[in-house]
């Protein structure tokens, strides 16, 4: 009986150690990262008295650690997203920043300075708020160019620790395998020390990157991205690379391999990621800098539109010096890049073209012997547009997309290029608000004064007077050219008089008094040149076709008779005139910034607007999205906390009541110790 006693109570004794190990285990790593709560479960013994088989687990519920990973990869997305747009944001909606405010501010003196077209202090300070228009571009571009090289940083340093958590937990796995073969794993201490550390090491890569989880039959986990490519075994783990776009400096591409624990070999795999299958804050990231690159060709789409309508205007009229106006603004050309270092690529923007400008890239491909031209969006989606540009020869070497406003020119003729094979790229509008610089080195050099006046006859029956409705282009496709000098000429047969005819129509002519065409008095007088149809002189008939576009227009204004006379001339010693200042400033409220991806155009102010708008839709569904999946994160650690997080005040009363256990236990054996000594004393 006593026998029987001893053994019970021994087992009784080991059974509470192991539960007071379990129990202090808990309480001591109750601040240890990573720890799952250690319970141990006891089985009646069948066959003979005392305490059976005794196990000790880990207590969590699978299911919702899983979901757990997944909570912190959508929470860390949306907080690097934000996090990488927030710059570009802050530097585009400051209102001492604003582009768009020093835009009006330009507007604004100009206003000033046309009133009194003469005076050089007014001009004086157009120049100065043009210039601070420069310096704001200049400033905001290349702050999101100094973002996106921050972002590029987070990135690299995101692809180090990814690539250390990956060999980590391939490691732990090979380790976990092993140990896993012998019979005690479940109960060996070092064994379930091993899943918690593999389980920290997961929940710190899920933050990373999006994942899944898969367990083995061997104790492994397969860890694999949302997208399926794997990231750790038990054999090999993904090394991430961080490498420059071939055709973009400011891009970084993701690429995977793999290594092997157990050689140095790598594997011959070379998979580029895409960005938007990532997640994480490595796809957060790399998709805010999407957003940065976008935000860039964005603006410099707008101040591409603004420069090209000023400078188009501009050089429609006359300085203060009398001699034709210059651009005001300069947006040089820049070069693409090429997957061939023997041919490059060069693109400039097509003068009085700006409102077609819009924010693609484009890839020029010579592969197969053909040449495709494609448009790339912010989401590097192409369409080809080859078929909209119409045939080019071959012995060509530019290739002018007057749909998008720009040109394209190569080093070599398109024939040769087709059998190179040769892939371009380039961002047209991506660094214009770096490179755009203020044109004006003087006050003199606004043209205000319009390149042609008009004159009425003053032996005229009627009473109507011709003024001046536009002038806004001057060149040889135009009817005023700039001669050597710098002062305005008449192209040969550009239209200087409008004489009424009997039946109270526009009949237009040249200086040498050939008819070139006619509007009808039905169009009161109301750009006369716009409502004009041609002559043909073989006929002597009026045809259905409208005269071309001069660059310049006029106005009859009151009641016209048979034989009266209009002119339009050279402006000469017109500094004091204002007609073109005054076209210089209703730039502003003209609709010249073309929407991408559509045929809407706006004015300068509300394309920035859109701009803005964009932008800040992005960073405020990126602020709710983070909200909302830090408050699904915090609720899901709570319920997986609830099983596998240390309580305290259980875990003292556990170590109580065990401990009284165990002292029961000792009770049993010094009972039965009692009772042996007794039978002993008796013979």
């Not at 961080?242 to 624990?261: A, C, H």
């Not at 020869?393 to 020119?409: C, E, F, H, K, M």
Request: charge should be negative; hydrophobic fraction near 30%; glycine fraction near 8%.
């Amino acid at each position: 009986m006593s026998v029987d006693l001893i053994l019970t109570g021994k087992y009784g004794v080991l059974n509470s150690q192991k539960l007071l190990n379990a129990t202090s285990n808990n309480i001591n790593n109750v601040n240890t990262d990573g720890y799952v709560r250690k319970e141990t479960q006891t089985y009646t013994s069948c066959v003979d008295w005392g305490v059976g088989a005794t196990y000790t687990r880990r207590v969590y519920d699978q299911y919702v650690q899983r979901q757990m990973f997944t909570d912190t990869g959508t929470k860390a997305y949306y907080s690097a997203y934000k996090e990488g747009m927030d710059t570009a944001d802050k530097v585009l909606s400051d209102s001492t920043m604003s582009i768009a405010n020093a835009a009006t501010s330009v507007f604004d003196e100009l206003s000033t300075a046309v009133n009194n077209p003469t005076s050089s202090a007014n001009r004086s300070a157009a120049k100065a708020q043009l210039e601070n228009l420069v310096e704001r571009a200049n400033s905001a571009n290349n702050s999101m160019l100094e973002s996106l090289n921050t972002v590029n940083n987070q990135i690299s340093d995101n692809v180090n620790d990814i690539n250390s958590l990956t060999e980590s937990i391939c490691k732990i796995n090979d380790q976990i395998r092993t140990l896993s073969i012998s019979d005690n794993a479940t109960n060996n201490e070092i064994y379930m020390q091993m899943l918690d550390e593999r389980d920290r090491l997961i929940n710190n890569l899920s933050s990373y990157v999006s994942l899944n989880v898969k367990q083995q039959q061997d104790g492994t986990y397969e860890v694999y991205m949302d997208s399926g490519m794997l990231l750790a075994n038990g054999d090999v783990y993904a090394k991430l690379t961080q490498e420059q776009n071939k055709f973009d400096v400011t891009k970084s591409d993701i690429y995977l391999t793999y290594d092997s624990v157990y050689d140095s070999g790598k594997d011959k795999s070379h998979v580029k990621l895409s960005s938007d299958n990532i997640g994480g804050s490595l796809g957060g990231y790399l998709n805010s800098t999407k957003e940065i690159r976008a935000t860039m060709r964005e603006l410099g789409k707008t101040l591409v539109s603004l420069a090209d309508a000023l400078n188009v205007q501009n050089k429609a009229g006359f300085t203060l010096e009398d001699i034709a106006g210059d651009d005001l603004l300069t947006i040089p050309g820049g070069f693409g890049r090429s997957d061939n270092p023997d041919n490059s690529i060069a693109f400039s923007f097509n003068e009085n073209q700006g409102s077609n400008v819009q924010s693609y890239s484009f890839q020029v491909s010579f592969n197969g012997g053909e040449m495709h031209i494609y448009k790339v969006d912010a989401d590097d989606k192409r369409v080809d547009i080859t078929n909209e540009i119409g045939n080019i020869p071959d012995n060509a070497t530019s290739v002018s997309l007057d749909d998008y406003g720009i040109t394209l020119s190569f080093n070599k003729d398109i024939g040769t290029l087709k059998g190179d094979g040769t892939t371009f790229y380039v961002q047209p509008t991506l660094m214009v608000g770096t490179d755009i610089k203020s044109n004006v080195s003087k006050p003199e050099d606004f043209a205000f004064a319009s390149a042609v006046r008009t004159r009425t006859a003053s032996n005229n029956y009627g009473n109507a007077t011709a003024s001046l409705s536009r002038c806004s282009n001057t060149g040889a496709n135009y009817g005023v050219s700039v001669g050597a000098d710098g002062k305005p000429v008449f192209n040969a047969g550009a239209p200087t008089n409008i004489v009424i005819d009997a039946d109270g129509n526009y009949v237009v002519k040249d200086s040498d008094g050939n008819i070139l065409g006619r509007a009808p008095a039905s169009c009161n007088g109301t750009n006369v040149l716009a409502n004009a149809v041609t002559y043909d002189a073989a006929t002597g008939t009026y045809t259905n076709t409208a005269l071309k576009d001069y660059g310049y227009d006029i106005n009859i204004s009151g009641t016209v008779k048979e034989e009266d006379k209009f002119s339009i001339e050279i402006n000469d010693g017109g500094q004091a005139d204002n007609s073109n200042g005054t076209a210089l400033i209703q730039i502003r409220s003209k609709s010249i910034t073309r929407t991408t991806g559509s045929s809407k155009t706006t004015t300068f102010n509300d394309g920035y607007a859109n701009l803005l708008a964009d932008l800040g839709a992005s960073i405020t569904t990126a602020s709710a999205n983070e909200e909302a999946a830090t408050a699904k994160l915090e609720q899901t650690t709570k319920l997986y906390q609830s099983d596998a997080g240390v309580n305290l005040d259980e875990e003292a009363t556990n170590l109580l009541m065990y401990q009284q256990t165990y002292q029961a236990c000792a009770k049993i054996i010094e009972a039965s110790q009692t009772i042996f000594n007794s039978l002993i004393s008796s013979f």
